[in-house]
């Protein structure tokens, strides 16, 4: 079964340092890979995804993230984070549904 | 026009109580999705519907069920509701292929005393 792992359960950075949310994960087979972002008290949020072509996505509010298949990685990452970044990202695999990590808790401190 | 809503937003009741939760989306999407997010914050599929067939049933008491009235409308009822299902419940709709993302809609908090 397709499955993604978070290894860190919160990430703390300073305003204007870049920040990086882990992702690994196991699949058989070619990966469809998704971040999303829950804000307090709303639902998921779509962030990017990878499906096929360049290893590097750029998706909503300035992230990015990085498709390394040697590493079965797909880390989320941003340049200058923001206070607003503050809130919880959920990696997740497309099998015939989406299976979701255990999120990681973003905290960006002024 | 919010994408995915939901209703109601709050639902606080007791145990063995019967409640229903209501989804709608105005996207056109073929496949709409419940999940359950408890304490914390992990996320777990219970059903998804696609063109108002089950098409996943995860391991949920059957005192859960869905109930899909039509394509844009998925909604879960919940029968002799328990302690433990007090969690927030997420509606999320998806497109056929290529794109995959989910929409979701702002959850329903159930708190059963």
């Known amino acids: 079964a397709q499955s993604v792992a978070q290894p860190e359960d919160q990430v703390n950075v300073a305003e204007g340092n870049p920040l990086t949310v882990k992702c690994t994960y196991s699949?058989?087979?070619?990966?469809?890979l998704f971040w999303y972002v829950q804000y307090p008290n709303r639902g998921l949020q779509f962030l990017l995804k990878y499906i096929t072509g360049d290893n590097l996505v750029k998706g909503s509010y300035g992230f990015e993230a990085e498709f390394n298949k040697s590493q079965t990685s797909f880390h989320l990452k941003k340049p200058s984070a923001l206070v607003s970044d503050s809130a919880l990202y959920f990696c997740?695999?497309?099998?015939?549904?989406?299976?979701f990590g255990a999120g990681t808790r973003l905290t960006v401190k002024p | 026009d919010t994408a995915v809503s939901q209703t109601p937003k709050y639902l606080v009741t007791q145990m063995g109580n019967d409640k229903s939760i209501k989804c709608e989306q105005n996207l056109g999407h073929d496949t709409m999705y419940w999940y359950k997010q408890d304490s914390k914050k992990f996320l777990k599929i219970m059903f998804s519907y696609n063109n108002k067939e089950l098409i996943i049933n995860e391991t949920v008491p059957n005192r859960f069920s869905p109930k899909s009235p039509d394509k844009a409308h998925l909604n879960l009822h919940i029968n002799s509701l328990e302690l433990g299902d007090s969690a927030v419940y997420f509606c999320a709709t998806t497109s056929s292929v290529p794109t995959y993302e989910q929409y979701f809609g702002p959850g329903t908090r159930l708190t059963v005393t």
């Open positions: 997740a695999v497309r099998d015939h549904d989406m299976r």
């Open positions: 699949v058989s087979g070619n990966p469809y």
